[in-house]
């Protein structure tokens, strides 16, 4: 990998497998920019105990199926370190120094974080710190790495919002470059909406599907979709914005001018659910084949699946533990290199001072 590529960083919870959201609104862009890029993929399990704190099993059993999914969706170790985010305690370093920068009421503020709250049900008063601060977290990761540019889905927007903030506030104190200010790079279909219907397909909303399941598994949830609930009979005219067919259509579809057609047929009337849903299922079936193979292969091979992940976080720990290093430097508080030092050679001069003391001591 040249050191003049720019760097990427994304990430995923470990949470659950990866499901087509995650390969619409990010997983596709980083294997397309593998090459051009120096990329990073954080497995981030730390974030995911910000709201599982009482299973730890389950982020755990997790890490092995979010690593599958990349690299069968064509994530190249080669071209990409794959890292764990809890084995570079160099990021929760940063954070601790982060959280300085950032208000509270900040944090409430971030619209992802009060659209989570909404669906998490913490109850009143029992939000996790951790949960609320993790944007900064977030930050973290992004910085240490020096990432120019983030491919995620919409709703990372204000998390990275959120960081450019952070930048600007910490080389705004410390009167530094250090830090850089990364981009968002968000696709075209930028949310998925879940099969439910539902704004986002989620993992935790169980409206997803995933690039590991079954060809029957993906048949009997495309049947099963949400549609126009306005469509009743095939005879009546229906709406293809807002429905999520036509949506993952527009998303996985090569023949445009068919989709082109059939949403034409579908808006004067007289294309039935079933037919739009069967051609999605052929379409996606496609697109998923592929995927699951090369999974079942990387599968048989777990314990090199764990070596690409101790080569990618090893690299992953020296660049983050150089960002760390500038970062005590310019705050003045990396003492190895000053405060010691200071006084070390403050010792060597006054060392004449030093020795009568001691001798006035002993005598004493
Ligand atoms: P969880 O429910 O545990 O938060 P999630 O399904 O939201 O899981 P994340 O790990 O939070 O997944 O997100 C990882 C990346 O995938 C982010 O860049 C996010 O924007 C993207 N992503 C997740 N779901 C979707 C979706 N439905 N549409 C587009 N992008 C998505
Ligand atoms: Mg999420």
Redesign the pocket.
Known sequence: MSEEKKIIL?G??P??RL?L??Y???LRNRVKLQDDYNQYILIADMQALTDNAGNPQKVRDNILEVALDYLAAGIDPRKTNICIQSMIPELSELTMYYMNLVSVSRLERNPTIKEELKLRKFGEGAVPTGFLTYPISQAADITAFGASLVP?????LPMLEQTREIVRKFNQTYKSDVLVEPQALVPDI???PGIDGKA?????LGNAIYLADEPEEIRRKVMSMYTDPNHLRVEDPGNVEDNPVFMYLDAFGTDKETIAEMKEHYRRGGLGDVKVKRYLNDVLQEVLEPIRTRRKEFEKYKPEVYRILQKGTANARVLAGQTLANVKSAMGINYEQSLFRDEETKSTTESGIENSDSTEAERG
């Open positions: 994304t995923d919870r949470t659950g499901h959201g995650h619409v609104g990010s995620v889905g919409e709703d990372q930028s949310r998925l986002k397909m989620s993992k935790s």
